[in-house]
């Protein structure tokens, strides 16, 4: 009886879909004022996250098992941060938000496609980080962001790495 439980064929995880889906929060639609984020960004970053995801597709299984599970990944945000105030005549505000990758995931069962579970992600600079970039001189002229592509980047792989842990211990 116990040995069919310690026996258990351990589940063959596959990728399924990748997509992008961009949130649309006040902290979005500041930095799309301020130059923003662009769909060519959106397209590079789902790239790099089909690339760091070690797993086979699904449209590749040949003879599906019992235990097979397929997981899509959606990208649903990010954010490069910034520093602005919101000016409210004779007084500010001021408004910060750090640099922001945030990925969710739902796990299912290849043959039923059934969910077994949903897991999201969020990865963030830490605030040491960012106040050293954000009080630079080349962020504080207005020559770059608080974040380049290749922090996006790695946020993006620490991000995809907590997923895929995530996903292996819950399959």
Known sequence: ????????????????????????NL????????????????RALLAELAEWLPFPTAATV?????TDMVFD????????????????????LPMYWRPKIRLAARLYHLQSNKTKTIFHVTQKMPWSV???RALSWR?????????RRSDME????????????RLRDAA
């Open 73 to 92: 990944v959606v990208l649903q945000g990010h954010r490069f941060g910034s520093a602005t105030d919101l000016s409210l005549g004779t007084g500010g």
């Open 27 to 42: 902290a979005h639609h500041l930095e799309r004022l301020s130059g923003g984020t662009s769909p060519a960004l959106d």
């Open 1 to 24: 009886m116990f040995s069919k439980l310690l026996k258990r064929e351990p589940a063959r995880l596959f990728l399924g879909a990748v997509s992008v889906a961009t949130g649309r």
């Open 139 to 147: 962020v504080l002229v207005g020559l770059e962001r608080p974040a």
């Open 130 to 132: 960012y106040l050293n």
């Open 62 to 66: 040949e003879a599906p098992q019992a």
């Open 154 to 165: 790695a946020l993006l792989r620490q991000a995809s790495e907590q997923l895929v842990t």
